[in-house]
Nanobody, 121 residues
Framework: QVQLVESGGGLVQAGGSLRLSCAASGHTSSSYFTGWFRQAPGKEREFVAAISMSGYTTSYGDSVKGRFTISRSNAKNTVYLQMNSLKPEDTAVYYC??????????????WGQGTQVTVSS
């Protein structure tokens, strides 16, 4: 079974950048996607981005389009989330997950522990 470990979170000023990493260990189906979700206090978990195992197919949530970029290195079994032009409303715990893909968190069945991103104004 695959295990996921996120890293790269932290505190950044508005307008700044961070790069999150999601390192995977174990076997993952070649048809699966890796997704990033986030959850702010008192809010529902929100889809951020997803990428296919090949890396050719990506999708983004409306709130991050044009600012965030998802990519992967299969040689390193790692998926990245480059976050630019960060806003205070991007503050949340960010989770990576593996599953069938799509925008809903129920489509993903393996989750990491999360990494905190805090954007100060």
């Amino acid at each position: 079974q695959v295990q996921l470990v996120e890293s790269g979170g932290g505190l950044v000023q508005a307008g700044g950048s961070l790069r999150l990493s999601c390192a995977a260990s174990g076997h993952t189906s070649s048809s699966y996607f890796t997704g990033w979700f986030r959850q702010a206090p008192g809010k529902e978990r929100e889809f951020v981005a997803a990428i296919s195992m090949s890396g050719y197919t990506t999708s983004y949530g409306d709130s991050v389009k044009g600012r965030f970029t998802i990519s992967r290195s299969n040689a390193k079994n790692t998926v990245y989330l480059q976050m630019n032009s960060l806003k205070p409303e991007d503050t949340a715990v960010y989770y990576c997950a593996v599953g069938r893909g799509g925008y809903g968190d129920t489509e993903y069945d393996t989750w990491g522990q999360g990494t905190q991103v805090t954007v100060s104004s």
